[in-house]
């Protein structure tokens, strides 16, 4: 019985040796240290391409590369489909660098639903309307069960091929390359707006029922695909999607007829991979503007999770306390911007909050409370009229506020 019995462990270790070589060889790692990488291949679509970023700005790649000292090699191409990519993968000129890249990030999935989606709705474009314009108009006045109707139908070809595809992107992919680690991103949903927005939608700015019956048609279809990434044995998945859920426009849209990412869009994907990989050690100065230059509203409707990426990664720092226009100095115009501010929060049923953005609203809820409102403006207007008479006041005592720096 003990000899059957090690004779069975002998065949398992075997067999798990056996198991273990035949899966394709990851970075070397040492314990507790952040993987390298020294060549990546970006693949896929306009997400990849810079496209909408302005000049100085910081794609995900670009991050990526910052962050790893890794060269980039881009395939990009804007407007590509899973079929286009399954197609530029056969191309000999490019499949000398994708054989000798450590890291493969791709986005692609997006245009195989958009593609056919806007064919659909050019039907019901009136003059001069752009994409988002004609979803917009639907949301407020058709009926969005027909309309999802069909787009399902219109749809549903290319979304089958773009499920059917990604298991032939991870083949001719580990084909070229069986060691690098390959990551796919999620899709996003590049059509939510803030509420005050789609509560404009409709004709009494109050329901907005058929909006997001359209944006929960619109996430669950992109997460059909998503879903066919994650049943990869190969690639990882960076979740974009769950990161920029329920708070897209934070990430999405230099225009009103933009679906791509902004620099903050793109600091966030790079902060998802990063942390889906390992890659930490390494600030940058792209994060810490993304989450400076972001509404102070906005912010706070992002996940907590995504919040602390991008924290993650960024330099601390901030503005002078009480400071409201960054000029280095506390005087009676700080006081002033926020009672402006203030009171077109009152005049928009909101708060200062969707009018400050993260750094300026830090810098002058002195009270600490969670609000800028008249309460700061108050302490602002004091602590300037204290100093102004060559007497000292710490913020600490001012505000009541124990957090305040002195």
């Known amino acids: 019985m003990r000899f ?9 270790l075997t067999a798990s040796v056996m198991a273990a070589a035949a899966l394709p060889a990851m970075p070397v790692q040492a314990a507790g240290s952040a993987p390298q990488y020294d060549k990546i291949v970006i693949l896929g679509d306009s997400i990849s391409t810079r496209y909408a970023l302005a000049s100085g700005e910081s794609s ?63 039907a019901y474009r009136q003059e001069g309307e752009l994409f988002m314009d004609i979803i917009k108009r639907l949301a407020k006045d058709g009926d969005p069960k027909y309309y999802i109707g069909q787009l399902t139908a219109a749809t549903r070809d290319a979304r089958a091929q773009a499920i059917e595809n990604y298991p032939l992107i991870e083949t001719a992919l580990r084909d070229l390359n069986p060691d690098a680690e390959i990551v796919m991103e999620s899709l996003y949903n590049p059509f939510e707006v803030r509420q005050q927005v789609a509560a404009s939608y409709s004709e009494d700015n109050e329901d907005m029922s058929n909006y997001e019956e359209l944006m929960r048609y619109i996430s669950n279809m992109e997460n059909q695909l998503s879903k066919a990434m994650r049943n990869l044995e ?17 990430f999405v849209g230099s225009g009103r007829n933009d679906v791509h990412p902004t620099e903050t869009g793109h600091a966030m994907i790079a902060a998802v991979i990063m942390d889906l990989l390992g890659i930490t050690g390494k600030t940058s100065d792209v994060f810490t503007r993304s989450i400076e230059n972001m509404i102070m509203g906005d912010y706070r409707r992002v996940s907590e999770n995504s919040r602390k990426l991008l924290h993650r990664y960024a330099n601390p720092g901030g503005r002078l306390f009480g400071d409201a ?13 926020v009672l402006q501010r203030y009171t077109k929060g009152l005049a928009s049923l909101s708060s200062a909050a969707d009018f ?11 009270t600490g409370d969670g609000e800028a409102d008249v309460a ?7 602590y300037f009229t204290i100093n102004l008479s060559q007497k000292t006041v710490k913020w600490s005592e001012l505000t009541g506020n124990p957090n305040a720096p002195d």
């Not at 400050?356 to 002195?366: C, R």
């Not at 700061?376 to 004091?382: E, G, N, R, S, T």
């Open 325 to 337: 226009d960054d000029d280095g100095k506390i005087a009676a115009e700080d006081a002033q911007i």
């Open 60 to 122: 995900y790649y670009e991050i990526l590369s910052d962050f790893t000292g890794a060269g980039v090699t881009n395939y990009a191409v804007s407007g590509y489909t899973t079929s286009d990519l399954l197609t530029l993968l056969e191309d000999e000129s490019k499949q000398a660098a994708i054989k000798e890249a450590d890291l493969i990030c791709i986005s692609i999935g997006s245009n195989d639903i958009l593609k056919p989606a806007h064919d659909y709705f050019d």
């Open 234 to 250: 190969t690639v990882k998945v960076a979740e974009v999607g769950n990161a920029y859920a329920n708070a897209g426009w934070a």
């Open 376 to 382: 700061d403006a108050q302490c602002i207007l004091q």
């Open 4 to 12: 059957k019995t090690r004779k069975r462990i002998f065949a398992l």
């Open 356 to 366: 400050l953005t993260y750094e300026e609203f830090n810098a002058v809820d002195v």
